[in-house]
């Protein structure tokens, strides 16, 4: 196993500045370029933030969420005080296919995100019901006193409400419904954008986002399933009404 990163050849790959626009997922799109050129192999340490930070002329916070991202894909790991290394191989090709839908407006977008997205919600909190742990709950229990804070201070919730479901997806302790979550990305994101121009947007599942905690807290599988789907009920419902 390598414990630094390869050293500079200009007759290989390089890395570039990058464009303002889209920073993660260009970043994500150089470092699955540069080790697939490199032909690094699981174990390789990829080369420091501030190496990276000056080749690619971003930030060091874009840095870290493309890192974070490649993490929870299962395809390098941070090591604090020792770096990032790789996890296992990938190509510009594979390291990150955004899912996509083809629907005649938002509303039917987002609706056809939900059907998928009840099924991984719902799945991801029988899973956290059975598996959280203490340092779990401290996590969700976070999140959740945040997502309020901003519910009360800006009518709705967006990146908070995000944040929280994250927390149960880490604490249902199956990878792959993060790695879901990265790859439906794009899409999932338009529910955290004021879809319609309306901060009401899904207000009404605000009060089941606790009642959901509680549930998963106390281990209630059933408990915490019916409470998702009623998340998820008030989100299609406003869907149906607020749309043009």
Not at 52 to 58: D, E, N
Not at 75 to 94: F, H, N, P, Q
Not at 190 to 212: G, I, K, M, Q
Request: glycine share 4%; with cysteine; aromatic share 6%.
């Amino acid at each position: 196993m390598n414990e630094t990163p390869p050293s500079p050849d200009t007759s290989e790959a390089q890395l570039s500045a990058l464009p303002p626009l889209g920073r993660s997922r260009q970043i994500m799109d150089a470092l699955a370029r540069y080790i697939e050129q490199r032909n690094l192999q699981p174990g390789d340490r990829l080369p420091p933030e501030r190496d990276l930070t000056a080749a690619l002329k971003v930030g060091r916070s874009s840095i870290r969420e493309a890192v974070s991202q490649l993490s929870a894909l299962g395809i390098v790991e941070a090591r604090i005080g020792s770096g990032t290394y790789l996890l296992r191989k990938i190509s510009a090709d594979t390291v990150y296919m955004p899912l996509s839908v083809s629907a005649d407006g938002l509303a039917e977008a987002l609706l056809m995100t939900l059907e998928v997205r009840r099924g991984i919600e719902i799945e991801a909190s029988i899973a956290a019901a059975r598996r959280r742990t203490d340092e779990d709950i401290l996590r969700m229990r976070d999140a959740l006193e945040e997502m309020e804070r901003t519910h009360h201070r800006e009518g709705g919730s967006g990146k908070a409400d995000f944040a929280f479901h994250m927390s149960i997806y880490d604490a249902a302790h199956n990878p792959l419904f993060r790695q879901l979550l990265e790859q439906m990305r794009d899409i999932l994101d338009r529910f955290w954008e004021r879809p319609f121009d309306r901060n009401d947007f899904a207000a009404r599942s605000f009060p089941y986002h606790r009642t959901l905690f509680d549930a998963i807290c106390a281990g209630d599988a059933e408990a915490a399933a019916e409470e998702t789907r009623k998340i998820l009920d008030v989100v299609e419902e406003d869907i149906r009404n607020m749309r043009p």
